[in-house]
């Protein structure tokens, strides 16, 4: 049997239409997938990084206090993590690979020397808690595409790893969330103003 030109036409403007139906649909699942994966090494790197809950409170608290010396110092200090970049090649465990730091239009680091571990290969910033129920100083990791001094000034931008798709965040219990633009001021707190940032 044998199709006439018509009907070959129809069949290819249907397969047509069937791919421009699927494949949005195919890439907003890869990259649910992508940011999926990423929380999931942030929430390796963060407990790697910090004390556990488990931990005795008194070194617990003693550990964030400095944590949060070293990293955000008065104004007439000077930062000792200069970087998120810096932060994470000083403090993190042998037991955390750099390639947990990259992400998609980040590549790993693939060697061992913390030195050489690069901006160029670290997704991630940090900040001090921004979450509301918390008033403890923890550290708050998010994916580099948001860009934030203030929370009234926070935006998604157009960047490595997600571009405006969405962010990742790691917080100050370990838990991971990812925060898509329209969302991204109701996940925050306004009422803390301005927080330092740490980026790559």
């Not at 008033?135 to 001094?149: A, E, G, I, W």
Request: charged share 20%; aromatic share 10%; net charge positive.
């Amino acid at each position: 049997m044998r199709f006439t030109r018509t009907e070959m036409i129809v069949c290819i403007v249907c397969v047509s239409v069937l791919a421009l139906i699927a494949i949005p649909a195919l890439m907003r699942q890869r990259s649910s997938a992508q940011m999926l994966r990423l929380l999931g090494n942030g929430r390796l790197i963060y407990g790697s990084l910090m004390p556990n809950y488990t931990t005795d409170w008194v070194d617990h608290g003693k550990q964030l206090r400095q944590w949060e010396a070293d990293a955000f110092p008065s104004s007439s200090a000077t930062s000792r993590f200069p970087t998120s970049t810096r932060y994470f090649a000083e403090v993190k465990q042998d037991t955390v690979h750099f390639s947990l730091f990259a992400a998609p239009g980040i590549p790993p680091y693939k060697g061992t020397n913390p030195a050489e571990f690069g901006s160029a290969n670290n997704a991630w910033c940090v900040t001090l808690d921004i979450v509301p129920r918390s008033k403890t100083v923890y550290p708050f990791y998010f994916t580099r595409n948001l860009m934030c001094t203030s929370i009234e000034a926070a935006s998604i931008e157009d960047t490595a790893p997600f571009g405006r798709k969405g962010v990742v965040t790691i917080m100050s219990d370990g838990a991971g969330l990812i925060i898509r633009g329209e969302h991204l001021r109701t996940a925050f707190n306004p009422s803390k103003g301005t927080n330092r940032v740490l980026r790559p």
